[in-house]
């Protein structure tokens, strides 16, 4: 039976710390600490007064803003953005961005996930990036009204004008609030034909704490706290104690997940309404 040592756990609040050009670095999740194979996850704090050059390379990068820094600027596209917490970047490869760290330090979440085959693209361009906000995304929340998500990767997601969030299947991510109480099915996600091994799959919590189950056995999880899921590990969270905050990260974006708990209202998502009596509508994760 699947059990708390099949998973990953890692504490950025105490993991080494190294340097790099702009500031100090943490690897939080990659082949080497977590087993994962499309996905590696950093904390970066830019020194106040640097900036860091991100270029994308072959790669997919996300850049999330963890806190809003002194007067923080993040450079895409030819336009500069406040760096304000819940504010990012998307990167296709060969794309770049700048993050400025002006009045004080900046800390970041950044994801590397190697460019998916076209199978698991399935027709989309792969591209281009984009900068997102919190003000910019679409909330959801879920049938039981105990969780809100905010994705700032993902492709089956629409925009008001009907026109997809994503041009990538190379990330799913995306914020998550559960209220006090909230706590998601009892679940897995397994892999497709066109990603057979499964989706690399990590929470990283920044605010509350929550409580991780895999089978019989529990963990509580503190802010900054890692968790990474292998592919085919069945796994549950919940608030612990109040109110929950986390990132959520699956690469690449193509898997089935199956709902093995009896909750009635399983995986069903709404889209926030845009007026109060408005219909609701679903979100069609397929």
């Known amino acids: 039976m699947p059990g708390i040592k099949d998973i990953s756990i890692v504490n950025s609040n105490t993991c ?21 194979t499309n996905l590696t996850v950093y904390r970066r704090t830019i020194a106040k007064g640097r900036q860091f050059d991100l270029k994308a390379g072959g790669d997919c990068h996300l850049v999330y803003v963890l806190q809003t820094p002194v007067n923080g600027l993040v450079h895409y596209d030819n336009k ?5 917490d819940g504010a990012g970047v998307l990167l296709a490869p060969s794309e770049t961005a700048r993050f400025e760290a002006a009045g004080s330090d900046m800390d970041i979440l950044h994801l590397v996930v190697p460019k998916p085959p076209a199978a698991v ?38 925009l008001r004008d009907g026109s997809r969030l994503t041009q990538s299947n190379a990330v799913q991510a995306g914020e998550m609030h559960y209220i006090e109480g909230g706590f998601s099915p009892y679940h897995v996600h397994n892999g497709t034909d066109a990603n057979p091994r499964g989706p690399d799959h990590c929470y990283m ?13 529990s ?20 608030a612990h104690g109040g109110s929950l905050d986390y990132f959520e990260i699956q690469a690449w974006g193509s ?5 093995l708990s009896d909750d009635a209202l399983g995986l069903r998502w709404y889209y926030e309404r845009d007026n109060p009596g408005d219909a609701l509508v679903e979100w069609n994760q397929s």
């Open 121 to 158: 693209e399935n027709g989309l361009p792969g591209g281009p990036g984009y900068f997102f906000n919190r003000k910019s995304l679409r909330a959801l929340s879920d049938a039981s009204g105990g969780r809100v998500r905010r994705f700032c990767a993902e492709a089956t997601v629409k």
């Open 80 to 84: 500069a953005h406040q760096a304000e």
């Open 16 to 36: 080494q710390s190294m340097p790099f050009e702009s500031g100090t670095v943490k690897t939080l999740c990659g082949p080497a600490l977590c087993g994962a």
């Open 255 to 259: 898997f089935k997940t199956t709902v």
């Open 205 to 217: 919590t920044f605010k509350g704490r929550g409580k991780v189950e895999i089978g019989e056995e």
């Open 219 to 238: 963990q509580e999880i503190e802010p900054g706290t890692l968790v990474y899921f292998p592919p085919g590990v069945p796994h549950r969270l919940r």
